[in-house]
């Protein structure tokens, strides 16, 4: 067995009980991982040396003392790493196959399609996406659709080199969901995928109804996986393997309620409509009619 999945199988027996040797030696062998009990501690020895665990003497029931195994905070990190990069796979393969499901797309292409009416299509639109979705299968699905529906020019908000592509209409513009560069009420529509942070969660929105003009309209995608937890609403398998990525693609990220969320659009926009899209594991919340008191 390679080292580093024998150090993932002891790091998870320990995580579930298994803190003597002996006991991790029985919850390998359970897990039809067999290993003798004399090469199992030097493989103990190492991992405490690297950090993974830490070993503590304890009084034996009958004879010597023994070491009892428990995780450090660097072996917790070690069995996230092993976590994120078995989602990353599986996810990948299930967005590679969403891409090719005729079914979902579209459904998605008709959920979108419902608010066209309320878009300009021939005037300017604004795209904000966070680094982590450039790359996205699904991304360059939507920006591609978004290409044959929109009419006018397209201005997408990315940081400083995560994102090139050659396309005449499209204009690409450092910055971010907190800072889109450009001025007040200059687009006609924005559409922004939207990670939370704490404390000034509300800022990707404001920017983003700041430079949409009247009565305009405002598309925001939101996964799932940060939404606050309604015992009402089903966890998804989906919105768990989302939520392990967007936690872990950098800075810090907070769940919001969506009645929240309703309400803030609710103050800038006379109609917000909320649509659950739970084969992507992510909620389309879009708003148009925008206030007088929310133009600045």
């Known amino acids: 067995m390679p080292r580093s999945d024998l150090s993932t199988a002891i790091l998870r027996s320990i995580q579930q009980g298994a803190t003597y040797g002996y006991q991790i030696h029985r919850a390998l062998a359970d897990a039809g991982q067999e290993i003798r ?24 029931e009958r004879g010597p003392k023994r070491h009892e195994y428990a995780i450090t905070a660097k072996g917790r990190d070690f069995l996230d790493d092993v976590l994120f990069d078995a989602i990353a796979t599986v996810r990948l393969a299930y ?14 292409l008709d959920l979108l399609g419902k608010f066209i009416p309320h878009a300009k299509l021939h005037g ?32 997408l908000v990315r940081p400083q080199g995560t994102f090139e592509i050659g396309e005449p209409r499209l204009t690409l513009l450092d910055g971010g969901e907190s800072y889109v560069p450009l001025r007040d009420n200059y687009v006609d529509q924005s ?23 009247s009565p305009g309209l405002l598309a925001i995608i939101l996964p799932d996986a940060l939404l ?20 872990r693609s950098g800075g810090r990220v907070t769940e919001v309620p969506l009645e929240k969320v309703t309400a803030v659009l609710e103050e800038r926009f006379h109609h917000v409509e909320v649509e659950s899209v739970p084969e992507l594991s992510f909620h389309l919340l879009v708003a148009w009619g925008k206030k007088r008191q929310a133009e600045t």
Request: a positive charge; zero cysteines.
């Open 191 to 213: 559409v922004l995928v939207w990670v939370p942070r704490p404390r000034q969660w509300t800022r990707p929105i404001e920017e983003a109804t700041r430079i949409i003009r």
């Open 95 to 108: 967005l590679e196959y969403l891409a090719s499901d005729r079914t979902t797309m579209q459904r998605a």
């Open 37 to 60: 009990l004399n090469h199992l501690y030097p493989v103990l020895k190492r991992m405490e040396t690297d950090g993974l665990v830490v070993a503590n003497e304890t009084p034996g």
């Open 124 to 155: 300017r639109t604004a795209l904000v996406v966070p680094p982590g979705y450039l790359s996205e299968i699904n991304f360059r699905w939507f920006l591609s659709q978004l290409f044959d529906v929109v009419q006018g020019d397209i201005f």
């Open 228 to 247: 606050a937890r309604d015992p009402n609403r089903a966890f998804e398998v989906g919105a768990f393997i989302e939520g392990v990525r967007v936690r």
